[in-house]
């Protein structure tokens, strides 16, 4: 199993920096990456709500599917009419965002506020007696923040920060993970959380740790070479921060799955899972990476 997983981990890795390389060349951002977003995006959202059915709630998926859409593709929007209207984009990116291109701020207030209305009119309309409609809608409006609002921070770090940014905050990360499966399962002898999740430990956290110190050096070195000459220990803030926001990550998608009593939030990839099995580190650590880009710990 650890082959199988550190296997896997590789392919996925390799597959994602293959997009960014693709999304790097092309000469409209996010063309590549974008797309793929959304399918994580569907498919995430479906498992979140997935586990709020396995445990007797009835989230709205015809509300938030599109709304968490809108979340993450929101910010991409106007480039897309930009172009099709045979227009140029300015170059750098960054410009686009001080041009106000890029959507408003209050986009996802308006989402989300759009999206609870309609969440509300749903139970008023199929509403037969007292009992488990408030938690519902309240499952419906984690699964758009969880997943909806975290991969929206995803999109802002490849449009105002670049693609070396969302390719090093991919690498860290999932270095992270790796890190924390290979030295839990090698050493691991002091359970870090038994009541969430009983395989992960103390030595596999601080694997974790390690590895995305690691990851932080060797993703900034060479994908952002001129960050590393300004700021030669970046990595090692950027790192911390991130391994930490991945464990926790990994443990709160831990907690909701223990909650209703399933092991992984679906079964459609041995040894992983599904894709909210992939993507949990990723999820709480997007909004950590965006701002340590956006605040200039990494400018």
């Known amino acids: 199993?650890?082959?199988?997983?550190?296997?896997?981990?590789?392919?996925?890795?390799?597959?994602?920096?293959?997009?960014?390389?693709?999304?790097?060349?092309?000469?409209?951002?996010?063309?590549?990456?974008?797309?793929?977003?959304?399918?994580f995006t569907l498919t995430a959202t479906a498992e979140t709500l997935g586990l709020a059915r396995a445990g007797g709630l009835r989230p709205l998926g015809g509300v938030v599917h599109p709304a968490n859409l809108l979340l993450v593709l929101g910010p991409w929007l106007p480039v897309a009419v930009h172009l099709a209207h045979g227009r140029n984009l300015p170059l750098p990116i960054s410009d686009m965002v001080c041009g106000n291109l890029i959507t408003s701020p209050d986009w996802p207030l308006v989402v989300l506020g759009v999206a609870v209305c309609l969440l509300m009119v749903g139970e008023v309309t199929r509403y037969k007696g007292p009992g488990g409609i408030l938690a519902s809608v309240a499952a419906g409006v984690l699964a758009m923040v969880y997943v909806g609002v975290m991969l929206r921070f995803a999109v802002l770090l490849r449009l105002e920060c670049g693609v070396g940014a969302i390719a090093s905050w991919i690498i860290t990360v999932k270095m992270g993970d790796v890190g924390a499966y290979t030295v839990g399962r090698l050493i691991g002898r002091h359970k870090l959380c038994p009541r969430l999740s009983p395989g992960k430990t103390i030595e596999g956290a601080v694997g974790a740790v390690v590895f995305t110190c690691a990851g932080a050096w060797a993703s900034l070195a060479w994908l952002a070479p001129a960050v590393m000459a300004r700021h030669p220990w970046a990595w090692l803030p950027y790192g911390l921060v991130l391994g930490i926001a991945g464990m926790l990550g990994d443990l709160a998608e831990s907690m909701l799955k223990?909650?209703?009593?399933?092991?992984?939030?679906?079964?459609?990839?041995?040894?992983?899972?599904?894709?909210?099995?992939?993507?949990?580190?990723?999820?709480l650590s997007a909004p950590v990476a965006w701002l340590c880009w956006s605040l200039g710990m990494l400018a």
Do not use: E
Not at 259 to 271: E, F, I, N
């Open 258 to 283: 223990r909650d209703v009593g399933l092991k992984d939030s679906s079964r459609w990839m041995p040894g992983f899972g599904g894709v909210l099995d992939i993507l949990d580190s990723l999820l």
């Open 1 to 39: 199993m650890l082959r199988w997983r550190l296997l896997l981990s590789v392919v996925i890795v390799a597959a994602l920096a293959g997009l960014c390389w693709l999304d790097a060349q092309s000469a409209i951002p996010g063309l590549w990456l974008l797309p793929a977003l959304a399918a």
